[in-house]
């Protein structure tokens, strides 16, 4: 342990952080090249290569000179992922044995069975058969 002090060792940490960070940044970087529909081939060709050839310049000067349409994308990417997941859950709960619509019309009739249950018109016996046989339908 006397070989490597703890600073030095603070210092070795603090450069491994930077260059996750980096590392995160140069995959954003790239992600969000990709997802630009904006740019043509050879645009994105050429940032891809600067960031190849010259990493941390490029990352840099993509982040000045693209980062604020780039949290633009990441936003609208954002909203279109939460509208498909919404259009999604929309269509799963509409559909099913039967459908939306005869479901929705077979938990309101379970609904009415439960309330007339309650108000002591039907007897728990009843309530059962009524039960079973909507639900088998």
Excluded at 39 to 56: D, E, S
Excluded at 74 to 87: L, S, V, Y
Aim: hydrophobic share 50%; aromatic share 14%; charged share 25%.
């Amino acid at each position: 342990m006397d070989d490597y002090p703890l600073l030095d060792l603070f210092w070795t940490m603090f450069w491994f952080f930077i260059w996750i960070l980096w590392l995160f940044l140069l995959f954003r970087v790239i992600m969000d090249l990709f997802r630009d529909h904006e740019l043509n081939g050879w645009a994105k060709a050429g940032w891809l290569v600067l960031c190849i050839v010259l990493p941390y310049l490029g990352v840099l000067l993509y982040v000045i000179v693209r980062g604020r349409s780039m949290g633009r994308r990441e936003a609208q990417q954002a909203r279109e992922n939460e509208a498909a997941f919404k259009a999604y859950v929309r269509e799963a709960a509409g559909q099913g044995e039967g459908g939306g619509a005869k479901r929705a019309t077979h938990v309101d009739e379970l609904a009415r069975l439960a309330e007339l249950k309650e108000k002591g018109a039907l007897s728990e016996e009843e309530f059962q058969r009524a039960k079973d046989k909507l639900l088998a339908s």
